[in-house]
C-alpha cells in the first residue's frame, strides 16, 4: 500500500508542480505549499489511492479548475474521461453545507468538520444520481470516495466544455427552453431543486446545456426549496435577457407554470 501511496503523492505532486509553474508569477512559495496541503491532506490522497485500487481511476492529468471549495481535475478511468472533484476540508463554507444538509431528509449533518465535508460530496453524488435517474441533463456520477467525486467528463481531451458564459449562443431561445424543461424535471420529477443554478454551472457541450455542481441541491421538502427554484429560475432568465434580449415573465409566473405542468 504504501509504495502505490506515495506513487499518487508523486504524482499529484507533478501536476501541483506543473500548476504552479504556470502561476509562478503570482504566488509565492510558502503560500504555493499552503494551497498545496489544504487541498492535498493525507486523507484526501488516501481516498484518491482508494480510487485507484477499486479501478475507478486509472490516471489523472491535470487540475482543470481550483476554486476555494474544490478542485477538479482531469482524469480516466476505464470507461474514458472523467472530472474529478476533489472537496477541500479546511477551506469549507461550513455554515452553508449545515443549511443544505439538514433540512433534507436524507442527510444529517455530523459534528465533525471533515466528516461535514464526506457527506456534501456525498450529498452531490446521490443529487447527480437522483437526476440521471429521472433524465435530467448532468454529468453521470461514477463513485464517491471520501471527499472526492467521480463523474462523466463533459468536454474532451482533458479539455472541459465551456460554461453557458462564456459562449455566443446561435439559438439562445431553444437553450433557455431546454434548461428550464430541465428545472422542471428536477423539481417534478426528481423532487429537487438545484439552489445555485447560473450561467455558472451550466456548461455547453454537443449543442445541449449539461447542469454541473449540484452538491447544494436539496429535496423539495426543504424549508428553503421554493424560494431556491424561483432564485434559480430568477438568474437564468435575467441572464438570457441581459446577455440575448429575450423576454420572459417573472419567476413566479414560470415557476408556477412549471409546476402544474401548464
Ligand atoms: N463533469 C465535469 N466535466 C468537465 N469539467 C467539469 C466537470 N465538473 C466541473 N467541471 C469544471 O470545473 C469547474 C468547477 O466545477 P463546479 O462543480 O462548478 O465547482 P465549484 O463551482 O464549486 O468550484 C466547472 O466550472 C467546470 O469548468
Ligand atoms: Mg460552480
Redesign the pocket.
Known amino acids: 500500500m504504501s509504495n502505490k501511496f506515495d506513487e499518487i503523492e508523486t504524482r499529484i505532486e507533478k501536476i501541483l508542480n506543473r500548476e504552479k509553474d504556470k502561476i509562478k508569477e503570482k504566488v509565492k512559495d510558502s503560500e504555493y505549499y499552503k494551497v498545496r496541503q489544504l487541498a492535498f491532506d493525507t486523507g484526501t490522497l488516501r481516498s484518491l489511492l482508494k480510487l485507484f485500487n477499486k479501478g475507478v481511476l486509472t490516471d489523472i492529468s491535470w487540475i482543470i479548475n481550483s476554486g476555494k471549495e474544490s478542485v477538479v481535475l482531469a482524469g480516466e478511468g476505464p470507461q474514458g474521461e472523467v472530472a474529478v472533484k476533489v472537496y477541500r476540508i479546511y477551506t469549507a463554507n461550513f455554515k452553508r453545507y449545515i443549511h443544505y444538509i439538514n433540512g433534507d431528509y436524507r442527510f444529517r449533518a455530523p459534528k465533525d468538520k471533515r466528516k461535514i465535508v464526506l457527506t456534501w460530496a456525498k450529498k452531490e453524488y446521490r443529487n447527480l444520481r437522483r437526476m440521471e435517474l429521472f433524465g435530467v441533463r448532468v454529468p453521470k456520477p461514477i463513485d464517491v470516495v471520501g471527499n472526492i467525486l467521480v463523474m462523466e467528463f463533459i468536454g474532451k481531451n482533458g479539455i472541459p466544455a465551456p460554461l453557458l458564459k462564456d459562449v455566443e449562443l446561435e439559438s439562445p431561445k431553444r437553450y433557455l427552453m431546454d434548461i428550464l424543461e430541465n428545472i422542471r424535471k428536477m423539481y417534478m420529477e426528481a423532487s429537487l431543486v438545484h439552489g445555485?443554478l447560473s450561467e455558472?454551472?451550466i456548461m455547453i457541450w454537443k449543442d445541449l446545456p449539461w447542469i454541473?455542481?449540484v452538491s447544494q441541491a436539496v429535496v423539495v421538502s426543504h424549508p428553503n426549496s421554493f424560494s431556491l427554484l424561483i432564485s434559480d429560475i430568477r438568474r437564468i432568465t435575467s441572464f438570457f435577457k441581459k446577455r440575448y434580449r429575450i423576454n420572459l415573465p417573472d419567476p413566479y409566473k414560470i415557476a408556477n407554470e412549471l409546476v402544474s405542468g401548464k
Open positions: 445555485d455558472y454551472n454541473i455542481d
